[in-house]
């Protein structure tokens, strides 16, 4: 049994480099969490949103102009609505009130709400077909993949900390 313990031991720390990571842990007080929270700002869930909205309708609109159907903006809209929609309700079910009692019902929240977002998404595609006329589903396709990727771009717009 001990060896068995110490060879789990020797195994974990050549998994991390030859570290056990939790030698060096320090929590942080109060003063250097505030300066952590200043030096790295939270991006808000609605700026996320808001940036998914604006590609879904420039991508609706590059569609349609590229394509000269307006069928193929409708479809490559309603993918980007499969995307923009459901984080909404995602964002909302999180920011709720119940979901910021505690640690624990944070991350039953989470879970749920991911949950909701899953169910609704695949419930959007399957309601594709009778929703939008003439679907193209490579365009649908299309908007919904921008759309989900430029939540990578409210990234790297995010704010900057300001600058003592």
């Known amino acids: 049994m001990k060896t068995m313990a110490r060879d789990e031991n020797v195994r ?3 998994d991390w480099g030859g570290q056990d990571p939790d030698v060096d842990f320090k ?3 109060a003063e250097e969490a505030q300066r952590l ?3 790295k700002p939270l991006i808000s869930p609605w700026r996320v949103i808001a940036i998914q909205i ?3 309708v420039l991508v609706a609109l590059v569609a349609w102009a590229l394509s ?3 069928s193929v903006g409708w479809s490559a809209g309603y993918g980007a ?3 923009v929609i459901p984080a909404a309700v995602f964002a909302r079910g999180l920011t709720g009130r119940f979901s910021s009692l505690n640690a624990g019902t944070a991350v039953l929240g989470f879970f749920l709400w991911e949950l909701v977002k899953l169910v609704l998404s695949v419930a ?3 309601a594709a077909p009778r929703l939008v006329a003439e679907l193209s589903w490579p365009a649908m396709l299309i908007g919904l993949v921008v759309t989900m990727k430029a ?3 409210a990234v790297m717009l995010k704010p900057n900390a300001p600058k003592p």
């Open 81 to 83: 609505l499969a995307v």
């Open 124 to 126: 959007m595609l399957l």
């Open 54 to 56: 604006v590609a879904g």
């Open 68 to 70: 000269g159907k307006q």
């Open 12 to 14: 974990q720390e050549d």
């Open 37 to 39: 929270r200043e030096r």
């Open 151 to 153: 939540a990578w771009v």
């Open 27 to 29: 929590p942080l007080n």
